[in-house]
């Protein structure tokens, strides 16, 4: 989601762009061409990777319409510099913010069987997911539609810049130092994605329905498309001395909070994450991170240029089919992974370290319908001394949690590197649990989807 802002415009005249401002680019046009992919994207610390700009030129966007020939130039560097070639034409939309509103509502319809969607959303509510961390809920998109200056929809296979400046919650408008040049890294940004659908399909098309219950891997997943969106469309705007350090963006982002400053500090993370850490993760991996992307939140936090680490993939599915049997509805099960851990714990208390979650090697968590709602969730640690520092924070957290959830009684157990936290139906049956807990050790997207396909 980038967020330097474009011109103000009035809201006629945005009504009006969709008509007027819309250009099909075909690689037979100009020897090339580039298309985008899904994400609403609006990069607020970007100033803090430019080392230099270049010289003046003719704007980008002027009187509500797209300049083609700054079009055609930006769509042709962004290729050379991205290094991929445009396979299919590019749709370029401008809109108003209205319009940003109405794509996203229209897209979370069509992405989600409702079913699903309700199953996932009580899921999450019965662990104390509040609103701050559920991407598909209305109060998010409420967030990028007034946030985003630009947006990739692979389902209809258009890119659309956005023409009005970023709005605060009050309304309040937040116009980009960049000027110009902030909208040509937006719609950079945006063909970038566009090349990524092109030449990584199968990364925005994911054919299992295992991904809906798989959130640490899909949030791992958009911090390396958005990464290395974010490393080549920097690029393009000209450099002295290459890609800045990842280490100084990451430091700096802290404060560079502009328009996220009336945000929650969850929801600035949310956003901000993948661009940050994501950055860091493309600067040392390359075309490596959407070639054999990551599926942890984990391998993206701890992005060295070192060897990935793997972790246990525990599936809890055996355990759900079980407690169907004894008369219960297994709703949902995921991931929580470290990143949302971390958010999680946080959430309940603000003054936990960040010893209670770095340990984390892996977690399941599970939510049932029995005569009440019932949770299991069993995480893993690197070690020992790891599951303690988390058992002792979970403990320390309990009874909000409790309290949030709505949960009758809750009891923690811990076997070595295991911790185990389940509600009253599950009490009885922690042997169980933990003899059906499939694991597996993995370290990629691919052999992830492998262990839990199986089911």
């Known amino acids: 989601m980038e967020t330097h802002s474009a011109p103000a415009t009035t809201d006629s005249k945005a009504d009006g762009l969709s008509n007027d401002a819309q250009w099909n680019i ?61 396979i299919h034409p590019l749709s370029v939309k401008l809109v108003g913010r209205e319009e940003i509103r109405m794509l996203l509502r229209d897209n979370k319809s069509s992405t989600m069987e409702s079913d699903k969607r309700e199953a996932i959303e009580t899921g999450r509510t019965i662990m104390g997911l509040t609103s701050n961390f559920n991407n598909p809920n209305a109060e998010y998109h409420a967030l990028l539609s007034r946030m985003a200056l630009g947006m990739y929809l692979p389902q209809k296979k258009t890119l659309y810049l956005v023409a009005e400046p970023v709005r605060s919650a009050g309304g309040g408008i937040h116009l980009n130092s960049l ?19 092109q030449h990584y399909p199968s990364l925005f098309e994911p054919k299992q329905p295992l991904w809906g219950q798989q959130t640490d891997a899909t949030l791992s997943l958009h911090a390396a498309l958005e990464g290395d969106a974010t490393l080549w469309s920097t690029q393009t705007a000209g450099f002295r001395g290459g890609a800045k350090d990842p280490e100084k963006v990451i430091e700096e982002s802290q404060d560079a909070w502009g328009p996220l400053a009336d945000l929650s500090v969850w929801q600035r993370e949310l956003l901000t994450f993948p661009y940050t850490y994501g950055y860091r993760f493309a600067y040392h991996e390359r075309k490596a991170a959407l ?36 008369g219960c509805r297994a709703i949902h099960q995921d991931t929580m992974g470290e990143l949302m851990l971390s958010w999680w ?14 340990g984390w090697d892996g977690d399941r968590w599970i939510t049932a319908q029995c005569e009440e709602q019932e949770i299991a ?20 957290v309990m ?15 811990r076997q070595g590197q295991d911790v185990v936290l389940v509600s009253h139906a599950f009490e009885e049956n922690l042997p169980e649990l933990k003899r059906l807990a499939r694991r597996a050790r993995v370290t990629t997207r691919h052999e992830l989807a492998a262990h839990f396909f199986r089911n």
């Open 26 to 86: 075909s690689s037979h046009a100009r020897k090339r061409s580039r298309t985008a992919t899904m994400r609403a994207s609006g990069i607020f610390f970007v100033a803090l990777l430019l080392q230099s700009t270049s010289c003046t030129r003719p704007q980008l966007v002027e009187d509500a319409t797209l300049n083609q020939e700054r079009l055609y130039e930006i769509v042709e560097r962004t290729s050379r510099v991205s290094g991929m070639e445009v």
């Open 179 to 197: 000027g110009s040049l902030g909208q040509e890294i937006t719609l950079a940004h945006e063909i970038i994605h566009a090349l990524q659908h």
């Open 291 to 326: 070639e054999s992307p990551p599926a942890s939140t984990e391998q993206i936090l701890h992005s060295d240029g070192e060897r990935r680490r793997s972790f246990q993939a525990i599936d809890l599915s055996d355990l759900g089919r079980s407690i169907e049997q004894k």
């Open 345 to 358: 714990i946080r959430n309940l208390d603000a003054n936990v370290t960040q010893q209670a979650w770095e």
């Open 377 to 396: 969730w069993l995480t893993s640690w690197d070690t020992e001394r790891d599951a303690i520092e988390f058992e002792k924070a979970l403990a320390g």
């Open 399 to 413: 009874g909000t949690f409790q309290t949030r959830a709505t949960l009758n009684s809750l009891m923690i157990e």
